[in-house]
C-alpha cells in the first residue's frame, strides 16, 4: 500500500488517535482529567481545520470497500463541525462535579461513534456499511443510558439498544436478498448492473429503508424517538438529533442516488409516502408537547420528513437541498439545544413553561432562542427558510405541487407550536422567572457559532453554490 | 455428498425467512428481556442463513457472503455483550427485566 494514501484517510487516522489519547488520558489520575473537556476541544477543534486541507479526495481504498470523493469529504467536515459545536456546548455538563469522573469515557465511546459515522460515509461496499453503522449505533446507546442513577436514563438506553438492533437486522436481511441478487456488494457493480430481481429487489430495498429510516426517525419508525431523547442527559440527545441524524441522512443519500440510480421510481415513490407521513405524525404529536426535549424530539421528527422531500427528485438538484437543508438544520437544532443545555445546567428545568418570562431575566438568550425557532419553523430573514425554500422547490420540480401543498401546511402548523415556547418566553407572565445567566467562554462561542451559522448561510449563496460543484 | 443435487436453494430461503419472522414475532410478543434478545439473535441468523446459501449456490467463486456473515456473527456478539450491561442496570434500577416495568417515559 502507497504510503501516500493515507491523506485519503486523514479524518479517521486523526479521530482513531484522538480516541486513543482519550483512553490513556481517562486511566491516568484526577489531576489531569482536570483539564481534558479543554484538551479535547482543542484537538477536536485542530482536527476540524485539518479536514478542510484541500488535497487530492478521489479514492478507493481496501479493494473497493472504503471511497473517498470531494462529497463525501464535505459531508464528514459538515458531521465534525457540528460536533465542534456540540463539544463546546457540552462541557459545561462534563465539568459538574457528579459527571467530571466519567469524561474520558463519554469522549471516548462519542468518538467511536463519530468513528462509525465516516466509515458510513465512506463506505464503497455494504459490509463497510453495515460495520460504520453499528459502530455509530452501540456506544450510543450506551452514551444514551450514560446518566446511570437515573432510572429514566436506563430505560432509554435499552430502549434505544432494543429497538435499533431489530431495526439493522431488517437491514441486514433486505441486504441479504440483495447480495442474493446482485452476487455483490460493492457499490460499483451493483450501480453498474441496473435494476434486477424484479419484486424481489423493491423488497430488499424497502427493508434496506427501513433499516436507515430508523436511524433518522421517519414515521413508521419513529417510536424511540421520543423516549430516547427525553431519558439520555441532554448532550446526548443534541447529538442525537444532530449528528446521528446528519450521518444517517447521508449515507442513505449516497446509497440511494449513488447506488441505486436505477431504482429511482421505486425510492422516490416510498420517500413521498413517508415524507407525508412523518411531516404530518410529527407535527400533531408536537402540539401536545410540554417537555422541551420531548418536544424536541417530535421537531426532529418533522425535519426529517421534511429532509424527504429532496430524496422524491431523483436528480443531483435533490442532493444538493437535501446537504443544503441538513447544513442549516444542524446550525439551527444546535442553537436551541444549547440555549437548552444552558439553562438544564444552572437549573434541571426542561418544561416549556419554565420558560416563562425568560426574556426579562435572559434578553439575550431569548433573542437566540428565537432565532433558532425561527429558523427551524422556516421565517423568511433566516437560513431555515432558504432550506425549506430549496426543498420545495426540488420537490415542485418533478411537478409533485400536491405534495408541496401539504409541506407548506405542515410548515405552517410547526410554526404554531414553535410560536408557543416563543411566547411562553416574551408574554406568559411570570412572578419568578429564571434568574439571568453569566455564560462560560465555551457557550458563549458555541452560541456565537450557531447564530453565525443560522444568519450567514442564508445569505451566502456561496455555500449552496459550492455543494452544487461538489455534487456535481 | 454434494449438497446443491439433495437441498433446493428455495428451501434454504424458506427456512431462512421463517427464523427471520419468528425472531421478529418472539421480539414483538415476548416481554422479558432476555427473550427478546433471543428473538434479535434468531433475525441475525436468519440473515446469516441467507449470505451463506447465496454465497455456496449461486456465487461459489466468491467468498463476500462468507465474510458478510462471519462478521455478523462478531458484531452480534458485540451487541449482545452491550445489551446484557443495560439488561443488569435496568435489574439494578427497577428490580425486573420485563418490558411492562420499565415505564417510565410515556408520551
Known sequence: ?472 | MNLQSEIPLEYMIVLSTAVFFIGLVGVVIRRNLITMLMGIELMLNAVNINFVAFNHYLFPHRLEGHFFALIVMAIAAAEAAVAIALIINIYRKFSTVSVDDVDELKY
Open chain 1, 1 to 472: 500500500m502507497n504510503w501516500d494514501q493515507l491523506f485519503f484517510l486523514r479524518h479517521e487516522i486523526l479521530l482513531s488517535l484522538l480516541i486513543v489519547f482519550e483512553l490513556v488520558a481517562d486511566l491516568s489520575d484526577s489531576s489531569a482529567r482536570q483539564s481534558l473537556v479543554n484538551t479535547t476541544i482543542v484537538l477536536f477543534a485542530g482536527l476540524t481545520v485539518a479536514g478542510f486541507i484541500p488535497l487530492a479526495n478521489e479514492a478507493s481504498l481496501f479493494g473497493g470497500m472504503y471511497a473517498s470523493d470531494d462529497l463525501r469529504i464535505l459531508l464528514k467536515n459538515i458531521l465534525n463541525v457540528s460536533t465542534l459545536v456540540f463539544l463546546l456546548q457540552s462541557a459545561g455538563w462534563l465539568n459538574q462535579s457528579q459527571n467530571s469522573y466519567k469524561t474520558g469515557s463519554f469522549y471516548l465511546l462519542l468518538f467511536s461513534t463519530l468513528l462509525g459515522m465516516y466509515l458510513m460515509i465512506c463506505a464503497g461496499d455494504f459490509i463497510m456499511l453495515y460495520l460504520g453503522l453499528e459502530l455509530a449505533t452501540i456506544p450510543l446507546t450506551l452514551l444514551a443510558a450514560y446518566d446511570h442513577n437515573l432510572r429514566r436514563s436506563a430505560e432509554a438506553g435499552i430502549k434505544l439498544l432494543m429497538s435499533s438492533a431489530v431495526s439493522s437486522a431488517v437491514m441486514l436481511f433486505g441486504l441479504s436478498l440483495m447480495y442474493g441478487i446482485y452476487g455483490s456488494l460493492h457499490f460499483s457493480e451493483m450501480s453498474q448492473q441496473g435494476a434486477m430481481g424484479g419484486s424481489l429487489g423493491v423488497l430488499a430495498l424497502t427493508f434496506f429503508i427501513a433499516g436507515l429510516g430508523f436511524k433518522l426517525s421517519l414515521v413508521p419508525f419513529h417510536l424511540w424517538t421520543a423516549d430516547v431523547y427525553e431519558g439520555s442527559p441532554l448532550p446526548v440527545t443534541m447529538y442525537f438529533s444532530v449528528v446521528s441524524k446528519g450521518a444517517a441522512l447521508f449515507t442513505l443519500m449516497l446509497v440511494l442516488y449513488r447506488v441505486f440510480g436505477q431504482f429511482t421510481g421505486v425510492w422516490s415513490l416510498l420517500s413521498y409516502a413517508l415524507a407525508v407521513l412523518t411531516m404530518l405524525i410529527g407535527n400533531l404529536f408536537a402540539l401536545r408537547q410540554k417537555n422541551l426535549k420531548r418536544f424536541m424530539a417530535f421537531s426532529s421528527i418533522t425535519q426529517a420528513g421534511f429532509m424527504m422531500l429532496g430524496f422524491v427528485n431523483p436528480e443531483a438538484l435533490g442532493m444538493n437541498t437535501i446537504i443544503y437543508f441538513m447544513l442549516i438544520y444542524s446550525f439551527s437544532n444546535l442553537a436551541v439545544f444549547g440555549v437548552l443545555s444552558i439553562i438544564h445546567n444552572r437549573y434541571g428545568k426542561e418544561q416549556i413553561e419554565d420558560l416563562n418570562g425568560f426574556y426579562k431575566t435572559n434578553p439575550g438568550l431569548s433573542l437566540i432562542l428565537l432565532l433558532a425557532l425561527f429558523s427551524l419553523a422556516g421565517i423568511p430573514p433566516v437560513a431555515g427558510f432558504f432550506g425549506k425554500f430549496f426543498l420545495f422547490t426540488a420537490a415542485a420540480s418533478r411537478g409533485l405541487y400536491f405534495l408541496v401543498l401539504i409541506a407548506v401546511l405542515n410548515a405552517t402548523i410547526s410554526l404554531y407550536y414553535y410560536l408557543l415556547v416563543v411566547k411562553a418566553m416574551f408574554i406568559n407572565p411570570n412572578d419568578q422567572p429564571l434568574p439571568a445567566v453569566t455564560l462560560t467562554g465555551a457557550e458563549r462561542l458555541a452560541l456565537v457559532l450557531c447564530v453565525l451559522g443560522i444568519v450567514v448561510i442564508g445569505f451566502m449563496s456561496s455555500i449552496y453554490g459550492y455543494i452544487q460543484t461538489v455534487v456535481g
